[in-house]
Nanobody
């Protein structure tokens, strides 16, 4: 079993910052990709940022000037630093893991956390 747990969400005012954390636990021999997605009310879930083992990290172009993704491979953790938050950033933020080696030589995709709510007031 692989479990992802997010933390760090909350209610902030526009212009403030938040740092989201996500830690994967369970049967993990290696983990390729971790990323962040978000879903606002009435909208589809969208990719925010993604980090692949080996150092490739990318943030959605519209968020690149305010959001940063980072990762701690030793902890199977990924972080999302969000600065200068805007009301339109209000959403549930989900962590996702793909390319998880759950036993030697066996890889699985599509693990999701339960989500953490980010609410930005104007």
């Amino acid at each position: 079993q692989v479990k992802l747990v997010e933390s760090g969400g909350g209610l902030v005012q526009a212009g403030e910052s938040l740092r989201l954390s996500c830690t994967a636990s369970g049967s993990i021999f290696s983990l390729n990709t971790m990323g962040w997605y978000r879903q606002a009310p009435g909208k589809q879930r969208e990719l925010v940022a993604i980090d692949t083992d080996g150092g490739t990290a990318s943030v959605a172009s519209s968020l690149r000037d305010r959001f940063t993704i980072s990762r701690d491979n030793a902890k199977n953790a990924v972080y999302l630093q969000m600065n200068n938050l805007k009301p339109e950033d209000t959403a549930v933020y989900y962590c996702k893991a793909d390319g998880v080696e759950i036993t030697p030589g066996l890889w699985q995709d599509n693990y999701w956390g339960q989500g953490t709510q980010v609410t930005v007031s104007s």
